[in-house]
């Protein structure tokens, strides 16, 4: 059977899957400091953070249409699957499942399904790529849906950011004890719950202190690690990337390591300087 996976752009492709031509981007949109940016493979990263580092207000991003969606739908593959960013962080999961409603109603029944990623950035990569995983083996539709759910369930998200003030004033850390002074340059590690809602795990002094703390909770609650991908995002810092990899093949086994640079959404939630890892 024939597929097709569409991404919403918080979501990084790999060089492979870019070409393999059954991946498909969703694009987000990002208005800051009166620009408008099409969050595509147009984004210009080294711009956009020159852009919010000047820029006095805070940069707010759209999701795509459930008209977008449904467009996404339309075409000859018999499964489609779409993968969004946590519905906890925005409507782009609302919108996917509007549009495959939509799609129903216009043009009939067909094998769709979306997935609530639960997560962001890598997270959404590493499910794209269970996905292509399951259908390559040839197993059943439904079979599919019920493997990368489980998947799901069981993906952890990590992330330690210079800054969480775009997350902050976009009402990304509701119900989070108040964050410390930045002054005393102390930097939370941050991780997301089984429901995709963002929480504290910890803090540190200083970014590198934080980077290694958050290596320890990925190490803490690794099983079975030699099944699973290491994935790394970073948002304009390869060099501390490499690093975090480094630590972590250190003290454990993987299949395979995927790291990759922000996209756009990314790029706006995790600031210059971030690093997502997912497992």
């Not at 119900?175 to 590690?189: M, Q």
């Not at 590198?208 to 290596?215: Q, R």
């Amino acid at each position: 059977m024939s597929y097709k996976i569409i991404v919403d752009s918080c979501g990084e492709l790999t060089e492979d899957m870019k070409a393999s031509g059954y991946f498909e981007t969703a694009s987000l949109e990002i208005d800051v400091a009166g620009h408008h940016i099409i969050d595509d493979e147009t984004f210009d990263q080294a711009g956009f953070l020159k852009l919010v580092a000047s820029s006095p207000e805070c940069p707010k991003s759209s999701c795509p249409s459930p008209e977008r969606y449904m467009q996404g739908y339309c075409c000859d593959a018999d499964h489609v699957y779409a993968v969004t960013l946590s519905a906890e962080l925005s409507g782009s999961y609302n919108s996917a499942m509007l549009g495959k409603n939509l799609y129903h109603e216009e043009h009939g029944e067909k094998d769709i399904y979306v997935f609530n990623s639960r997560s962001a950035s890598v997270g959404e990569t590493l499910i794209a790529m269970k996905i292509a995983e399951c259908e390559e083996k040839g197993m059943e539709f439904q079979k599919i849906v019920d493997e990368v759910e489980a998947y799901i369930a069981q993906q952890d998200t990590y992330f330690v950011l210079e800054t969480l003030e775009t997350l902050r004033k976009n009402g990304r850390l509701t119900g989070l004890k108040a964050i410390v002074a930045t002054a005393l340059n102390i930097k939370p590690v941050m991780g997301a719950t089984e429901d995709g809602v963002i929480k504290q795990l910890g803090q540190a002094r200083g970014v590198k202190k934080a980077l290694i703390k958050m290596a320890d909770h990925v190490v803490e609650n690794l099983k079975n690690s030699k099944d699973k991908i290491l994935a790394i995002s970073h948002c304009n810092c390869p060099d501390r990337a490499e690093y975090v990899k480094e630590m972590l093949m250190a003290k454990a086994q993987f299949r395979d390591v995927v790291i990759l640079d922000t996209a756009g959404i990314s790029s706006m939630y995790a600031s210059d300087g971030g690093i997502i890892v997912v497992v």
